[in-house]
């Protein structure tokens, strides 16, 4: 196991540049499986699950080739299966995005249940198998998720989530993007990486409207054509490192960040007293050591925020709301899982 060892109590200075999104890379490296091409994916992360997905790809058929390290180039005209390897499909939560694939091109998948970390818990897939059985799929759910598409091309059909849901909002497009006829999400959800999904499919010849809204409108078409498109930054890891300036203080230059993604962190990094300016594709992230004031982080919509076995994590959809005491959390003082345990209350927002 790898062991980081961080030698805390400095402010940080320098600059750093922002990877691909890993939230909108795991769906769309499944969703060329829908291109019947070529297809070329730019700034992907260099993460464990794009490695397995890439890996399951090749299984599957497809032709998968390294440009350099961000840029890979995909060519599923040759896939001989839908039946995802269980091994790899266990490594990691986002392998449910290949149903939705495997559906829209094949009609027929039959992939292993996802997983991945913990966090959380047992993520339910319910509201993708609604969206699926809407369409004229059948889905049994046991080890493996087993899918066929009634008369083998899935069908248009209006689809109401139940829940907002990332995961489900994203499988469903995909299903839906070579379906015969129109497909309709509604409640659906609008992080930045679902219009990246569909900025991806629309790119390779799909016909989608309203991604970032809470109504999708996916105009199935015949066939998807390859091309070339390169992922949007990773606005939760440009966060991160937003926060870590306003911990410990200091000077940091984040580059290569969409900014209007990056809006309620920094609206709340701002209330706290850090400095954010904002330069074309960058942030200057600057904190004097004796600035920084606790707040109520309120807005964070992207994840439910819990604390489980001594982490403090957020889960899909739900909104919470965080209070940090009055006590200090900054400047290298450190604090254990059940000091910050204390130092918290969680509340969720009626």
């Known amino acids: ?52 997905l890439l890996k399951i790809l090749e299984q599957l058929g ?46 027929e998948a039959e992939v292993s249940m996802p997983g991945g970390c913990n966090f959380g818990g047992v993520r339910p897939i319910d509201q993708h198998v609604k969206g699926f059985a809407a369409m004229g799929a059948e889905v049994r759910e046991g080890d493996f998720i087993c899918a066929k598409a009634s008369g083998d091309r899935m069908k248009g059909a209006n689809v109401y989530l139940d829940v ?25 959800a609008k992080e930045p990486h679902i219009v990246d999904l569909a900025n991806f499919l ?10 970032g809204t809470d109504t999708i409108r996916i105009f199935g078409v015949d066939k ?3 091309g070339t498109y390169a992922i949007i930054p ?11 300036v306003a911990a410990c203080g200091g000077q940091v230059l984040v580059r290569g960040i969409i900014p209007k993604h990056m809006d309620c962190i920094t609206a709340k990094l701002q209330e706290c007293g850090v400095e954010v300016e904002e330069q074309d594709d960058a ?35 739900e909104e919470m709301c965080v209070r ?16 910050l345990t204390q130092q918290m209350e969680i509340l969720t927002l009626a």
């Open 1 to 52: 196991m790898t062991k980081y060892i961080v030698q805390g109590g400095h402010p940080l200075f320098g600059e750093v540049r922002i990877s691909g999104a890993k939230n909108a890379a795991v769906a769309i490296i499944p969703a060329a499986l829908l291109v019947d091409g070529v297809c070329r994916i730019e700034n992907i992360p260099q993460i464990s699950d794009v490695t397995a």
């Open 224 to 226: 998807l054509h390859g």
């Open 62 to 107: 497809a032709n998968v080739r390294f440009l350099n390290r961000s840029d890979v180039e995909i060519d599923c005209r040759h896939i001989a299966t839908t039946q995802v390897s269980q091994e790899l499909a266990h490594k990691i939560r986002a392998s449910y995005y290949l149903i939705g694939a495997l559906l829209g091109r094949f009609g």
């Open 164 to 188: 907002v849901s990332v995961g489900a909002t994203m499988n469903i497009m995909m299903a839906a993007a070579l379906a015969d006829g129109t497909t309709v999400i509604e409640n659906a």
């Open 202 to 211: 629309n790119s390779m010849g799909a016909n989608i409207k309203g991604a």
């Open 234 to 244: 990773d606005q939760i890891e440009a966060g991160t490192y937003m926060a870590a």
């Open 324 to 339: 940090l005491d009055k006590k200090d959390i900054r400047n290298g003082e450190i604090l254990d899982a059940a000091d």
């Open 283 to 317: 942030f200057v992230i600057h904190l004097k050591s004796s600035c920084f004031s606790p707040f109520t982080a309120i807005g964070f919509t992207d994840a439910d925020v819990t604390l489980e076995d001594n982490f403090f994590h957020m889960t899909d959809g």
